[in-house]
């Protein structure tokens, strides 16, 4: 019997317009005495909401008007001509995500410690961080202003959640009324205007998976290509997510999810010309199968959601390792350090480092991390903290350690247990170094 929960939209009061942040010098917004904290309230008499609307409604524009709100309280309108292409050099201040109002019963947000940072409680459900960043929205909030301001403004692609085409199995996993989960007029909408959809299925065992799952792919698959991928990631479970509800992804599940998915695949693949549902990496790695080639991924539709990564990181790897030796770059013979990584890569990595090692005279060991901060089956590296690296401590050897650079906050040195780098470089007493492919290339080559 399936059982949802109602909750209401969340709702938040905020500022007319939107706040500049900063003005480059010498700019149009220099000369226009434009300063931090002003608020741009409209642009030719259509409001601004946000910084997206400001370059909409200002892209191709020459001749404007525009109403400020200063910040000492005054109200300017400025009759603006510009040259052709003249960018205003002014910078906006982020946009505040609008929340979700969903129940799922796989929110990793419920999954938290009780001390997490309060921004890991934060459940986005924003169509504009889905265009700008490739956050994933259900939309079951999406008002009719808000589609349409995706049509008129070409918010595309939009990356949506959908998990299951079964109306049933769908309002049970994202804790809602049917009524709320039928989103279809919603997507007809988009795909008719022509926006581009990827999609998203989060595996749950026992729930959207085996006949639901194949349904889901052939239903999302018959809207190619204006629906133009899918992407398969398996349900993740910390210590303190204890829903009776969800069932662990297991090795053998996910053996069972490749075969199935795989025939699928193939049957797409000579249909469409593309493999169209894409499983994420962590389905190959639990299952302990080979991840597929880099041609299996198409122009990785999906990496920002885990699909291909590995793949993509192998790849550039091995071009690394060939333009390294090609060019003759400066042998790293002298390095000697620890890479840590989480549990579910660790192995594919130790493999890489192992020939990179026999190829350059390094001395680098890579290290497996436990997630103790979450627990659970949660295993990948963007989510291990200060306190999981400090764990490993008794295993480091050599003269540094390297750490993912994706445990650390975007904007700042900071990880979600709130432990600083400078923290962490001091209590593990060596130089710890937040890495990714890159710049690993730039300390290996150009520092030493």
């Given at each position: 019997m399936?059982e949802?929960?109602?909750t209401p939209a969340?709702?938040?009061?905020r500022?007319?317009?939107?706040e500049?942040?900063?003005v ?6 220099f000369e226009?005495?434009?300063?931090s ?6 642009v030719n008499?259509r409001t601004v909401?946000d ?7 200002t892209?191709?524009?020459t001749?404007?008007?525009?109403e400020v709100?200063k910040?000492s ?5 400025l009759?603006?001509e510009?040259?052709e292409g ?11 995500p609008?929340?979700?109002?969903n129940?799922c ?6 999954g938290?410690?009780?001390d ?11 169509v504009?961080l889905?265009?700008l960043?490739?956050n ?6 999406l008002?009719d202003?808000?589609?349409q301001?995706?049509?008129e403004q070409r918010?595309?692609?939009q990356y949506v959640s959908?998990?299951?085409t079964d ?6 996993l ?11 007029s ?6 008719d ?7 998203q299925?989060?595996?749950?065992p026992g729930i959207?998976d085996g006949?639901?799952?194949?349904q ?8 190619y290509?204006r629906i133009s991928?899918?992407a398969?990631v ?9 829903d009776?509800?969800l069932?662990?992804?297991t ?11 795989t025939?699928?695949?193939?049957e797409?693949?000579?249909r469409?010309g ?8 962590e389905?190959?790695l ?15 539709p999906?990496i ?6 590995v ?5 550039s790897?091995?071009?690394l390792?060939?333009r390294a030796?090609?060019q003759?770059?400066?042998?790293p ?6 890479i ?9 990595l130790q493999?890489?480092?192992?020939d990179?090692?026999a190829?350059f005279?390094t001395r680098l060991k890579?290290e497996?991390?436990?997630?103790n901060y979450?627990g659970g ?9 200060g306190?999981?690296f400090?764990g490993a ?5 050599g003269?540094f350690?390297?750490i993912?650079k994706?445990?650390l906050?975007s904007?700042e040195?900071i990880?979600?247990?709130?432990t600083?780098l400078?923290q ?6 060596v130089?710890?170094?937040?890495l990714d492919?890159?710049s690993f290339s730039q ?6």
């Open positions: 399936y949802f929960a109602v969340v709702t938040s009061i500022r007319r317009g939107v500049i942040a900063d480059t010098p010498e700019s149009l917004g226009l005495e434009l300063e904290g002003d608020r741009i309230i409209k008499g909401r910084y997206l609307d400001f370059r909409f409604q892209a191709g524009e001749e404007l008007m525009i709100r910040a309280g005054e109200d300017w309108e009759q603006i510009r040259g003249e960018d205003f050099g002014l910078n906006f201040e982020q946009i505040v609008r929340q979700c109002a129940e019963i796989f929110c990793f947000c419920k938290n410690p009780e997490a940072r309060p921004s890991l409680f934060i459940r986005d459900e924003d504009r889905s265009f960043y490739g994933y929205t259900t939309l079951t909030s008002t202003d808000e589609l301001r995706i049509i918010l595309t692609p959908v998990h299951a109306l049933k199995v769908r309002a049970y994202l804790g809602v009324d049917e009524k709320r989960a039928d989103i279809r919603k997507l007809k909408a988009l795909l205007a022509g926006i581009e959809i990827h999609a299925v989060v595996l749950c959207n006949v639901v799952l194949e889901t792919i052939r239903d999302l698959a018959a809207e290509p991928s899918v398969i398996p349900l993740g479970l910390t210590r303190y997510n204890i009776s509800r069932t662990a992804v090795p053998e599940f996910c053996r069972q999810t490749i075969a199935q998915v025939k699928l695949q193939r797409l693949r000579k469409l593309t493999n169209f549902a894409f499983l994420g990496d389905i190959y639990r299952a302990g199968a080979p991840v597929p080639s880099r041609a299996h991924y198409g122009d990785l999906q920002e959601d885990g699909v291909g990564m793949r993509s990181f192998n790849n790897f091995a071009s390792v060939k030796t090609r003759s770059l400066p042998a013979e002298k390095l000697n350090g620890t840590l990584t989480g549990m579910l890569f660790a192995p594919e493999k890489t480092i192992a990179f090692n190829r005279a890579v497996s991390v436990a997630n979450f089956d949660v295993s990948v590296a963007g989510l291990l903290t306190g999981d400090l401590k008794p295993r480091l050897s003269d350690a390297i993912p994706t445990t906050k904007d040195d990880m979600l247990d709130g600083t400078a962490l470089t001091m209590n593990l007493g130089p710890v170094y937040p492919l890159k300390f290996v080559f150009e520092k030493n």
